[in-house]
C-alpha cells in the first residue's frame, strides 16, 4: 500500500464550501479493506452536510475499488435479484424513459440498467463509466458506452431528456460540479434520476458505522433528502418525486457488518450464506421504514428548472 499521505487528503464542504467540520463518527471500510486506517465522518457546522475527510485523493481512485467490486460483478443470486428490481425500475419509470427520448447514464458499470432501457423498447441510450473493464463489459452488450469520468467525457450540451445516477453521486469528488455539469447536459425540462443512500434513515441509525450505505471511502459524501434537495436546488433542479426503496437488503448486510466489525467470523459467513433469505425476512421492516420516509436507499426524480439558478460563485 502506498503511503497514506499520497492517497488521502482532507477536504472542505462539498455542499456550502465552509472548512468548519465536526467530527461525528470514525468510518473503516469494512466491506473491502482498503483503507490503513479509519476516516472521519462530520458534519459541516454551517449547513449540516455530512462527509468523510480525508477522502481519496483525485486519481487515487482505483486503490479503493477492488477487482470483485460489487456493481462490477454480475453473476449471483443477488445480481439476479438486483437485475429482477431494477426491471421493475424500468416499468415503474418507462413514461420518462419511453423513446424518443434520449437516456444518458453517468456510471454505467456493466451497462445492466441501459440494457433494461433498451430491451423494453428505448435503444436511444448511452453511458459513461470511468472503469475501463466494466465500460469494456458494457459495449459487448452492444451498448454506447465511453470510457471515462462526467468531467473529462465529451458530451454534447441540451441533448439528453434522461440522466440516470444509480449509487454514483455519494461517490464523486465535486457533486456540486457534477449536477451543474448534468443540468446542462439535459434539454430544458430534462429530468435527472438519482438513486442514493440515506443518511438520515432508521438502518443508518441502528448500524451505525456498519450501515453498509457508509462504504467508506468509495462514499465520500452522505446525503440526507434535506441536502440533497438543497444541493438540487442550487445546481438548476426542482425535485419532483423521491422514492423509499423498501425491500431488505441494507439490513442484511448491516448485520454482515457488523460480524465482520466485531471480528466473528464464523457467523459471518453464515449470514452471508444466509443474505438472500435475509433480505426477505427484514423486507416488512424495511417496508415500515419506507413507509414513514426513513428508508436507507432513495431515489429521486429532478426536474431542470425553468429559470437557471443564482450562481454560487463556487
Ligand atoms: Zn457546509
Not at 238 to 243: G, H, N
Request: glycine share 6%; aromatic share 6%.
Amino acid at each position: 500500500m502506498l503511503a497514506e499521505a499520497t492517497l488521502l487528503e482532507p477536504v472542505p464542504c462539498a455542499l456550502c464550501g465552509a472548512d468548519d467540520p465536526q467530527p461525528l463518527r470514525w468510518l473503516d471500510d469494512l466491506r473491502y479493506g482498503t483503507l490503513p486506517h479509519p476516516v472521519q465522518l462530520v458534519v459541516c457546522r454551517r449547513c449540516g452536510f455530512r462527509y468523510l475527510t480525508p477522502q481519496p485523493r483525485p486519481g487515487t481512485e482505483s486503490a479503493f475499488y477492488p477487482s470483485d467490486y460489487d456493481p462490477y460483478r454480475r453473476t449471483t443470486l443477488t445480481a439476479r435479484a438486483r437485475r429482477l428490481l431494477l426491471a421493475r425500475e424500468v416499468r415503474d419509470l418507462w413514461p420518462l424513459l419511453a423513446p424518443p427520448r434520449r437516456v444518458l447514464e453517468i456510471g454505467c458499470a456493466t451497462g445492466e440498467l441501459l440494457d433494461l432501457v433498451r430491451r423494453a423498447g428505448n435503444p436511444r441510450v448511452t453511458g459513461v463509466e470511468p472503469d475501463p473493464a466494466a465500460a469494456a463489459t458494457a459495449r459487448a452488450r452492444g451498448l454506447v458506452v465511453r470510457t471515462g469520468s462526467l468531467e473529462d467525457t465529451p458530451l454534447v450540451p441540451g441533448s439528453y431528456d434522461v440522466v440516470l445516477l444509480q449509487h454514483v453521486l455519494e461517490h464523486l469528488e465535486r457533486p456540486r460540479q457534477a449536477l451543474e455539469r448534468i443540468a446542462a447536459l439535459l434539454r430544458p425540462g430534462g429530468v435527472a434520476i438519482l438513486w442514493l443512500p440515506n443518511g438520515a434513515s432508521w438502518a443508518a441509525a441502528v448500524f451505525s458505522d456498519a450501515w453498509m450505505g457508509y462504504d467508506p471511502p468509495r462514499h465520500r459524501s452522505v446525503f440526507t433528502p434535506a441536502t440533497l434537495r438543497r444541493l438540487l436546488a442550487e445546481t438548476g433542479f426542482v425535485v419532483v418525486d423521491e422514492r423509499h426503496e423498501w425491500h431488505g437488503l441494507e439490513w442484511s448486510w448491516g448485520l454482515r457488518l457488523l460480524a465482520r466489525k466485531a471480528g466473528k467470523r464464523r457467523l459471518e459467513r453464515l449470514l452471508a450464506r444466509a443474505h438472500f433469505p435475509l433480505v426477505v425476512a427484514a423486507t416488512p421492516l424495511a417496508a415500515l421504514a419506507a413507509a414513514v420516509r426513513r428508508s436507507g436507499r432513495i431515489r429521486v426524480i429532478a426536474r431542470k428548472a425553468a429559470d437557471p439558478p443564482v450562481p454560487s460563485g463556487r
